[in-house]
Antibody, heavy 123, light 108 residues
């Protein structure tokens, strides 16, 4: 069975740090593009970061230089390290697999999602 | 960055009636457009990809159309379980992957 299970969310002070984890079963993360997407209260979905199968990473401008995505192949887990979070980073964070449209060989659709982990940035 | 704009913000539809949601891209995304449904307390679920292909186990009442910059998601006969937020997302030119602001579908 395919599962993505996030953990590590909670209350963090502005300027602190927090690490989210996404433990995956049912497929190999190192063979996939994996991503973090968030939804802030009262707002829509926002893509945060991606890690490619070759380890290349990209970030949304809103988190660049503050967040780091990584993966542990031995644990089949991806992470999002949040440094110096701000109040506007308060959101439910989802890990998701970036799927491939096999008819066009174009990737970029989110075909599998975790249940989400709530992060609240507040003093 | 490709900016995605959805309309309306909220759509009120009677049960059994048709719901039509719109999505516009700031530049052509070809047919590389997906739709997601998100119910309260749940993660998003992929409904449609490649603008018009239903994902696995998605009911036939959901259909997508369009290409280039204009796209539509249609729910042919609204059911109570379809009450949710709906998001479009382009994957033609990324990173960044970009979503529309969402449309809330409610029962009239």
């Amino acid at each position: 069975e395919v599962q993505l299970v996030e953990s590590g969310g909670g209350l963090v002070q502005p300027g602190g740090s927090l690490r989210l984890s996404c433990a995956v079963s049912g497929f190999i993360v190192s063979n996939s593009y994996m991503t973090w997407v968030r939804r802030a209260p009262g707002k829509g979905l926002e893509w945060v970061s991606v890690i490619y199968s070759d380890g290349t990473t990209y970030y949304a401008d809103s988190v660049k230089g503050r967040f780091t995505i990584s993966r542990d192949n031995s644990k089949n887990t991806i992470y999002l390290q949040m440094h110096s979070p701000r109040a506007e980073d308060t959101a439910v964070y989802y890990c998701a697999r970036v799927g491939l449209d096999t008819a066009t060989m174009i990737s970029g659709l989110f075909d599998l999602w975790g249940q989400g982990s709530l992060v609240i940035v507040s003093s | 960055e490709v900016v995605m704009t959805q309309s309306p913000d909220t759509l009120s539809v009677s049960p059994g009636e048709r719901a039509t949601l719109s999505c516009r891209a700031s530049q052509s995304v070809s047919s590389n457009l997906a739709w997601y449904q998100q119910k309260p307390g749940q993660p998003p679920r992929l409904l449609i990809y490649r603008a018009s292909t239903r994902a696995t186990d998605i009911p036939a009442r959901f259909s997508g159309s369009g290409s280039g910059t204009e796209f539509t998601l249609t729910i042919s006969s609204l059911q109570s379980e379809d009450i949710a937020f709906y998001y479009c997302q382009q994957y033609n030119n990324w990173p960044p992957l970009t979503f529309g602001g969402g449309t809330k579908v409610e029962i009239k």
